[in-house]
């Protein structure tokens, strides 16, 4: 089995290679951009390539060459915050590169497996009693990142409908774990925390609107979802990934804080705009079809974090 992993290079491209080396016996080749990515620890079933997944024409000399059995397309610009700063930069990275895998793999002679990674927030703010999220419930995309989250979902379906491509769309909610950027609120805190023991930040954790709970999951579960919607999922579907169950950003916050010795104050940024309070989603259609369910205690995703900021400010 040869699987194709773009965005290699990433947070979840990385846990995924890890995975699929660990509970496969597959070839895998994964795409990095802006910068290649030296293996410290090159191994034989994994190796890399630098490639702009924008230009269509390396694209289809790639997926022609290694001619892949399954797709995992995760490269994207992923921050929906910086996606309003310059909505095309978004917008045309995350369309154009999966038209181009798209296209590609089209004129292959044998299938291939897709799987379009669309995001919770395609569903952008959810009304209350529209709890928990169900793949059923109305897509309202509120940034330039969901717009984009939403066409790429949508594009995988086309292709599905249009040309019998084996296509996979997976709509997973917040996901966590070690290695995450700081830009995103699990690692934020945690980097924050970490900086303060070290001494090299004062005694202060700066946070922004606290009173919302989200949907977590580990990333560490996400991607043996992944490897389950490659393996065992129904072409043409759309699945949820998540926990269930609302965590509260100020609760997490509070567990982070009570796993140091250290005392801080929490100072919270007065501009930051409040949020929609509570979104939580259902995975149940995805585990009736693979018999997925989350297995990490979120506390435990918490202290992994946590003890990976520890390690990166000792360095």
Same mark, same amino acid.
């Given at each position: ?6 965005g ?29 990515v ?41 921050i929906?915050?910086?996606?309003f ?8 990275n ?12 089209r ?9 379009? *990674? ?84 004062e005694?202060? *954790? ?39 169950h609302p ?6 916050l ?16 007065p ?33 992994d ?11």
């Amino acid at each position: 089995m040869r699987a194709l992993i773009t965005g290699a290079g990433g947070f979840v491209g990385g846990h995924l290679s890890a995975y699929l080396l660990t509970h496969t016996d597959w070839e895998l080749l994964g795409t990095v951009y802006p910068e290649p990515v030296e293996d410290a620890q090159p191994h034989l079933r994994l190796r890399h390539v630098h490639l702009d997944l924008r230009d269509p024409g390396r694209v289809a000399e790639l997926v022609a060459s290694f001619a892949p059995e399954a797709v995992f397309h995760l490269a994207a610009q992923a921050i929906p915050a910086a996606s309003f700063a310059n909505p095309w930069d978004t917008l045309e990275n995350n369309i154009r590169a999966q038209v181009n895998l798209l296209e590609a793999l089209r004129r292959l002679e044998r299938p291939s497996r897709f799987l379009v *990674i669309g995001s919770n927030e395609e569903y952008g703010h959810p009304r209350s009693d529209e709890l928990p999220v169900t793949e059923d419930t109305p897509l309202r995309p509120t940034s330039p990142y969901a717009v984009s989250k939403v066409t790429q979902d949508f594009l995988g379906l086309q292709y599905h409908l249009a040309h019998g491509m084996d296509v996979v769309r997976l709509r997973p909610f917040n996901h966590t774990g070690p290695g995450q950027s700081p830009r995103l609120v699990v690692p934020a805190f945690a980097s924050q925390i970490a900086r303060v023991e070290a001494g090299l930040q004062e005694p202060v *954790i700066r946070v922004g609107n606290l009173e919302v709970s989200r949907d977590f999951l580990d990333v560490r579960d996400v991607v043996r979802a992944y490897h389950l919607a490659a393996t065992a999922g129904e072409a043409g579907e759309v699945y949820n990934l998540a926990s269930g169950h609302p965590q509260s950003l100020r609760g997490l916050l509070d567990t982070l804080l009570a796993l140091s010795s250290i005392s801080m104050r929490v100072e919270v940024d007065p501009t930051r705009p409040a949020d929609t309070p509570v979104i939580y989603g259902s995975a149940e259609k995805f585990r009736r079809q693979t018999g997925w369910e989350p297995t990490i205690a979120f506390e435990q995703t918490l202290r992994d974090v946590l003890e990976y900021w520890r390690e990166q400010v000792r360095m």
